[in-house]
């Protein structure tokens, strides 16, 4: 039955360009850059521009941050998820095992792009937001701080996930035709932080509360982002298909066809397979 559910092939080894970190550094400088330059803008302009909604000034230097906002974020949504599905892989079941290999690698980089944005938004910014709220007390939804937190740092991380999410499943037969649950908590618990801003946007409006993290309204900022550990179950499930293929491409060995993974993708996570 073994021999029945995997193969050995002769696999020219990839060079060592594909499994490259540039494009990683690459990304985290950009990365960098922009939330550097977003500071210190806020520092410039948020309490010289940004305490009076009625003046000029305040339409000009963050109302109009916020429609560009509005409407790059969901353009880039739609556009990063249109192109992974038009260029998915049409015959996964064929997936050269050194391609395999490096699109995991690929997916690897695609995560760490997200966890980092992921930091900026729920833990940088958000902090942020709280010293400004001990600072200038209770806003509105459409503050300097909120401006960039909510509506700026969140949809970026968002995009990021969901991309790396639709990467998954339009090339790597594991998630083509699967549902990962770990996977889905770790995209769509932080993504859930987004719509929980309207309620906490909605109970500070409609209720006095002191701006504390540990105030009751404040607790589904905390319960989603918990939601980010679950890259822990979504590397569980990676692992042995990868330490699988890495056997197969550098050492020779025998490891489970594509199409049968794409079929069974469970026989993918056994933790066997991680055996030396």
């Keep these: 039955m073994a021999q029945a559910t ?32 977003v500071n210190v803008y806020e520092r410039a302009f948020a309490f010289a521009k940004g305490l009076d909604y009625f003046t000029p000034d305040y339409q000009t230097y963050w109302m109009s ?19 992974l599905w038009v260029t998915r892989d049409r015959a996964m079941e064929n997936l050269a095992p050194a391609e395999e290999l490096r699109r995991y690698w690929n997916l690897g980089l695609f995560v760490v792009v997200y966890t980092v944005l992921l930091y900026w938004g729920a833990s940088y910014y958000t902090e942020q937001d709280g010293t400004w709220h001990q600072t200038v007390i209770r806003d509105t939804d459409f503050t300097p701080s909120h401006i960039i937190e909510f509506y700026q740092s969140y949809p970026i991380y968002i995009v990021a996930g969901v991309g790396s ?22 995209v769509g618990s932080p993504l859930m932080i987004f719509p929980n801003v ?34 822990l179950g979504t590397w569980l499930q990676i692992c042995p ?16 066809p594509p199409a049968v993974v794409l079929n069974d993708p469970e026989k993918a996570t056994d933790p066997a397979l991680c055996e030396v």
Excluded at 76 to 81: D, H, Q, R, V
Excluded at 172 to 177: E, R, S, V
Excluded at 203 to 230: D, I, K, N, Q
């Design 6 to 37: 995997t193969q050995t092939v002769s696999i020219s080894i990839p060079d060592k360009s594909a499994f490259s970190w540039k494009n990683l550094w690459i990304a985290l400088a950009i990365i960098t850059a922009f939330e550097i330059a």
């Design 65 to 83: 941050i916020l429609y560009t906002e509005l409407i790059l974020e969901p353009t880039t949504l739609i556009a990063l998820c249109s192109w």
């Design 165 to 186: 999410m639709v990467y998954a499943m339009t090339r790597l037969p594991q998630y083509a035709k699967a549902f990962s649950v770990p996977y889905a908590v770790l």
């Design 198 to 231: 309207g309620l906490n946007e909605f109970g500070h409006t409609r209720w006095f509360m002191e701006e504390l993290f540990v105030a009751p309204l404040h607790w589904g900022f905390v319960m989603f982002g918990w939601g980010a550990l679950a890259i």
């Design 241 to 256: 298909r990868v330490v699988e293929l890495i056997k197969q491409v550098y050492y020779g060995k025998p490891a489970t």
